[in-house]
């Protein structure tokens, strides 16, 4: 997710008018908390593929898009 993407997320909600600074950058708080979003949305479907990896299909296409998506959480 880039940072202009969680700008426009964030004005499509309303939140609190999102203007950039005089400097052309935005709030720091603003984009870490969408990143800690996405880091926990990531996490949460890497998981859900641990468990059908783990328990219904011992297929190594699902364990890899685990490790794909994790990936994706740290870029």
């Known amino acids: 997710m880039t940072k202009e ?16 600074y005089p400097d052309g950058t935005y709030s720091k708080a603003l984009v870490g908390f969408a ?7 990531c996490e949460e479907c890497a998981k859900l593929c641990d468990y059908v990896y783990n328990n219904i299909v ?18």
Not at 35 to 41: N, P, R, S
Not at 58 to 75: L, P, S, V
């Open 5 to 20: 993407e969680i700008i426009e997320m964030a004005q499509r909600c309303g939140l609190f008018g999102i203007r950039p």
């Open 35 to 41: 990143k800690l979003i996405a880091e926990k949305e």
């Open 58 to 75: 011992t297929d190594e296409h699902i364990k890899n898009m685990a490790f794909k998506i994790r990936a994706r959480g740290q870029e």
